[in-house]
C-alpha cells in the first residue's frame, strides 16, 4: 500500500473490533481504511480537530494524577512512529516493518529508522555465536589418511 493511501488494518484488528463492540471492523479487507464514518464512509477531517485535541488536553489535565504530563503536544501522525518504534524494538526484521508501513522501499524505513538499531551490530554477532555454540572442530584425523 503506498504511502498516504490509508491504514493497513493489522491482523488482530478484528478481535480488537470486537472486543471493543465495534463489529463493522470485522468484515474490512486487509488494504480497507481502518477509520471510517457510522455510515461506513471515509472519515472527514473534522473528525481529527474533534476528537485528537480534546484528548491531548484531557493528558494535560493537571488534576489528573494517573498519567504523567505530556512535554509536546503529539501529532496523531505520532502514533505511527510509535508503533513502528515499538515494532522495532521487539525485534520485528526491517522488511516486516516496511512492508507493514506501505512503504515501497526498505531503503525509507532504515533512514528514518534506522537510529532506533544501535545494538544490531552486536546482536548479530551474538546471534551468531549461538548458532555456532555447541559445534565442535571435525578431528583432523577424518580428514586425512594416514
Not at 513502528?84 to 516486516?96: E, F, K, P, Q, R
Request: aromatic letters at 4%; glycine letters at 6%.
Amino acid at each position: 500500500m503506498p504511502s498516504g493511501v490509508g491504514v493497513r488494518l493489522p491482523p488482530s484488528a478484528p478481535a480488537f473490533a470486537q472486543d471493543r463492540g465495534t463489529d463493522s471492523l470485522v468484515a474490512l479487507e486487509p488494504d480497507a481504511r481502518l477509520f471510517i464514518s457510522p455510515q461506513g464512509e471515509p472519515t472527514h477531517s473534522g473528525l481529527y480537530g474533534r476528537t485528537w485535541p480534546p484528548a491531548i488536553r484531557r493528558t494535560q489535565d493537571p488534576l489528573r494524577h494517573d498519567v504523567p504530563a505530556l512535554t509536546k503536544s503529539p501529532r496523531i501522525h505520532d502514533l505511527r512512529h510509535t508503533h513502528t518504534s515499538c515494532l522495532i524494538a521487539d525485534g520485528v526484521n526491517l522488511y516486516t516493518v516496511a512492508r507493514r508501513l506501505g512503504h515501497e522501499s526498505i531503503t525509507t524505513t532504515a533512514d528514518v529508522y534506522g537510529h532506533l538499531m544501535p545494538d544490531q551490530q552486536v546482536r548479530a554477532a551474538q546471534a551468531a555465536t549461538r548458532a555456532l555454540a555447541g559445534h565442535q572442530p571435525v578431528s583432523r584425523s577424518l580428514w586425512v589418511r594416514e
